[in-house]
Nanobody, 124 residues
Framework: VQLQASGGGLVQAGGSLRLSCAAS????????LGWFRQAPGKAREFVAA????????YYSDSMKGRFTISRGNAKNAVYLQMNSLKPEDTAIYYC??????????????????WGQGTLVTVSS
């Protein structure tokens, strides 16, 4: 069972990046796929999540309107389009899979499978 995140890199403030997360080794039917991030010296925080069907999406208030999460057609992939990036978006971005309750979709302890993370650096 593996989640492989990619797409991170160095970008200037105001720029865009698209992160990808491919899931393998498990049938991810009914799994919610989400993105979390962790900046140096800070706690891991919720970014966005998508239900298995892609019909329900969830966002952190601070990223709503700038970030868009989507599921791949095969449902075993999830993408995070990040626009209007700011230096404070600099972090390691992790994708995760789980079956959180509706009220727990932003809680990292409700996701049991984690990818290795991809580093996003936004320069000012």
């Amino acid at each position: 069972v593996q989640l492989q995140a990619s797409g991170g890199g160095l970008v200037q403030a105001g720029g865009s990046l698209r992160l990808s997360c491919a899931a393998s080794g498990l049938t991810f039917r009914s799994y919610t796929l989400g993105w979390f991030r962790q900046a140096p010296g800070k706690a891991r925080e919720f970014v966005a999540a998508s239900s298995w069907s892609g019909g329900n999406t969830y966002y952190s208030d601070s990223m709503k309107g700038r970030f868009t999460i989507s599921r791949g057609n095969a449902k075993n992939a999830v993408y995070l389009q990040m626009n209007s990036l700011k230096p404070e978006d600099t972090a390691i971005y992790y994708c995760a899979a789980g079956r959180p309750t509706t009220g727990g979709v932003s809680m990292s302890n409700q996701y049991r499978i984690w990818g290795q993370g991809t580093l996003v650096t936004v320069s000012s």
